[in-house]
Structures are given as C-alpha cells and as structure tokens.
C-alpha cells in the first residue's frame, strides 16, 4: 500500500500484491483479478475508490468494503507517524562518504587535549581508517586506540 496526503484529502493505492495478499485471507473473495485499487479518504471516511481495471459492479462487496477498511487503518496509522521534520530540496538520499585524511602506516602525532597525549602516547602509527575514525597504535603503550581525525596530525 501506498499513502499520498494532500492536507484534507489523503489517497491510499493498493497495487495488485496487496490485493493478493488480502486474498489469501479472504479464500472466497471476490476481488480475484483486480489489478489495483485506490481509495481516497477525508476527515469523515471513504469519499471515493478508483479501480486499475473493472468498474464497481464487478468488485462492489463486502470484501471491497473489508479492504478500504484497511486502507483507512493504514492511512491513520500513516498520518500519525508523519514525519515532523522539514525535507530539503535537491539533496540526494545517499551519504558520501568522506575520504580520510591519513593512509595506514601513517605516522601521527595526538592532540594535546587527549586523554592519550597527556598520559604520554603522543605518537603512533594509523593502522585503520573509516568514518571519520583513526585507529592508531601507539608507540608508548603499544595499545590500539581511535581518534577522531581532527585530534590527529602527520608527523613527518
């Protein structure tokens, strides 16, 4: 099922999958062989159905009626997990993934505001990089530790 809101009027399709699916739970249904269905709905209940195939006298029965009401059940539960947030335009829907800044074997040195650097492992060798985290291996301790990249700089 798909749900589409339009302020006052909400519309909920139904592709042939849902159908089928409605069907097995029906085993005497009537709907056999509609293609789709789309029911609009406002604030006081079903106001119109559009069928993908066949016209009502066909389809009209209580299974129709079974199936728009569970259309309704799923647009309330919709409108109620409406997203609150606002949507951007032109921003794609996939992540970049930054590149980091250091290459494994790297050697760097830690910020001075780490809890590693003021107990003497300033210095190390990145063995891992990914997400924006550093692993590096420090030379003091011989422990493997992640660091944010900015907490890190390129020793020569």
């Known amino acids: 099922m798909r749900f589409y809101d ?13 159908v089928r699916a409605f069907n097995r739970k029906w085993p005497g249904s009537a709907l056999r062989g509609l293609k789709g269905v789309t029911f609009q709905f ?20 209580s299974e129709l009626v079974a199936l728009s009401e569970d259309a309704q059940e799923y ?6 997990r409406k997203p609150t947030r606002k949507r951007r335009a032109n ?15 790297d050697r760097v040195q830690t910020h001075p505001a780490t809890d590693a650097w003021m107990r003497g492992d300033r210095y190390g060798d990145v063995v891992r990089c ?7 291996r420090m030379d003091r ?7 944010a990249e900015h907490n890190l700089t390129l020793v020569d």
């Open 75 to 80: 647009a309330a539960q919709r409108q109620e």
């Open 6 to 18: 339009l302020g006052s009027v909400c519309y909920v399709a139904v592709s042939e999958s849902d």
């Open 141 to 147: 301790s011989g422990r493997t530790l992640r660091f």
């Open 91 to 105: 921003v794609s829907h996939r992540r970049a993934t930054p590149r980091c800044a250091f290459r494994v074997g």
């Open 130 to 136: 990914s997400r924006g985290k550093v692993t590096v």
């Open 42 to 61: 406002d604030s006081n209940g079903l106001v119109g159905v559009r069928y993908a195939n066949g016209n009502a006298d066909r389809w009209d029965g």
